[in-house]
């Protein structure tokens, strides 16, 4: 899905977290939002999932104004920093979460929602944990299910929030290629939040850099690092 | 350093004492501190529970047990079960409600609504009764018109009510806003992103993760709410067999000598807040691992 973010800014209360930007997003791209922390950039991504509402601006998914969309409706598969798992349910009630949540009309049958959950886990490399509580996981397993959960509604797009913020430095070269493998099977559109300069120019098709609120540069890893637009973008890349 | 001067070394120092964690006080300070506790324990908790189930039965369990089927016993029983079983899950909804309003939204004035909370711990419950009865009092232009509508407060079961769940408001609420700051508002997000409505994101993630601080609010608050005397005692009046409840109850006997009596009621509210917290112990038991399971990751 292609998105579409038109001269979007946040305010809460006196502070301004994010001054207007536009940034177009071409459908099923590998995102990242680059910048140090209060760059705007997890603002930013929350707007485009709904936790948040611009108070300017547009956002379009496929052309069309989601602005006014909830939550619920925008269909936003979301990785939160530290995956908010559901602590009293078991893996498998997790990631079936969402497909229970749906109304009645929508809703798959019981076998079918085991069965979805099931190839899920698979997909994930993690088949024999359904039965465990998220406490009983590791913290990459724990991102993993968060990762599935997120996917089990069939998202129209895919958000992380630092999804690799919690992990060892080992882990998150692992799940990098994970999240790569994943984006490259489904075809979601992705965008991922970092402050890991490394870790967006190594996974990303484009990367947007962030600071105080604006956006700094956007271009693929290559051409930021050959012609950073700006005195910041060049220190924090090769910092 | 090679092993033998590490052997030379040991050798050399002091012989061995018996091996104690930094954190833990020699024996006989240990031995001091229990006592103490122990000893505090059993005479401000442990004898005077004991007194009660004693003087209760000083002529017999038949007496004990004929003393509680008078007319006015049973009346009083029946009224502190129906006080407490309106109050108490009135209490748990607006505890519930306050909490979630103070844990989940930024506004200006949160420091104040928590201190506002708190009021009736610091306000003499005495105090309270009193403001009920002025406010709702035959005297008032409200409890005038609410009386001659036949609707009276004051004197009233609404008013016990009314004196009861100001009294033990702060526990569910006081129970569950640690415990919902501390879990913050991501796994209600992740709900949401989900497709849950407001409702079943409730329902579903945030009544399952306070339900343990949940139900030792309202067992606390139950607790309170069938002992509740000093503000009971200003609105309800005292009237044996309609508005006198337990602890009331208790305080009439005793005046008029009738000790078994008074103190066989007594032991039966003791028993109501003994069950409380056994049902609260045995609860923890059962959910052992789903308590461990559902602590913080």
Known sequence: ?239 | MSDAALNLHRSAGRPARPFRRPTEEAAPARIVLIAVAVGGLMLLVGAPLVIVFVEALARGWAAAVASLQSRDAMAAIRLTLLITAIAVPMNAVFGIAAAWFITKFDFRGKAFLITLIDLPFSVSPVVAGLCIVLLFGANSAMGAWLVANGFPIVFAVPGIVLATVFVTFPFVARELIPVMIEQGRSEEEAALTLGASGWRVFLTVTLPNIRWALLYGTLLCTARAMGEFGAVAVVSGKIRGQTATMPITIEMFYNEYLSVAAFSMAALLTGFALFTLMLKTVLELRHADQLAATRRH
């Open chain 1, 1 to 239: 899905m292609h998105i579409q973010i038109d001269e979007i800014a946040k305010e809460f209360g006196a502070t301004t977290a994010l001054h207007p930007v536009s940034l177009s997003i071409p459908s099923g791209a590998l995102v990242a939002l680059l910048g140090p922390s209060g760059s705007g950039k997890t603002t930013l991504l929350r707007l485009l999932g709904g936790l948040e509402f611009p108070s300017s601006g547009r956002v379009l998914f496929n052309g069309q104004d989601a602005t006014g969309l909830t939550v619920q409706d925008r269909r936003a598969g979301f990785v939160f920093q530290s995956y908010a798992l559901f602590r009293h349910m078991t893996v498998f009630e997790n990631i079936a979460y969402g497909l229970r949540a749906r109304p009645r009309a929508t809703r798959p049958t019981k076998a079918e929602i085991e069965r979805r959950v099931l190839k899920l886990l698979d997909l994930i490399q993690l088949p024999h944990i359904g039965a465990r509580y998220p406490s009983q996981l590791s913290g990459g397993q724990r991102q993993r299910v968060a990762l599935a959960r997120a996917l089990a509604i069939e998202p129209r797009m895919l958000l992380l929030d630092e999804p690799f913020g919690a992990l060892d430095a080992k882990v998150r070269k692992e799940l990098r290629q994970g999240l790569r493998d994943i984006h490259d099977e489904t075809g979601l559109t992705t965008v991922f939040v970092t402050h890991d300069q490394d870790e967006a120019m190594e996974l990303a098709d484009l990367v947007v850099v962030m600071s105080m609120g604006r956006i700094e540069q956007i271009g693929k890893p290559a051409d930021i690092r050959a012609k950073p637009a700006t005195e910041f973008v060049r220190t924090f890349i090769t910092a």
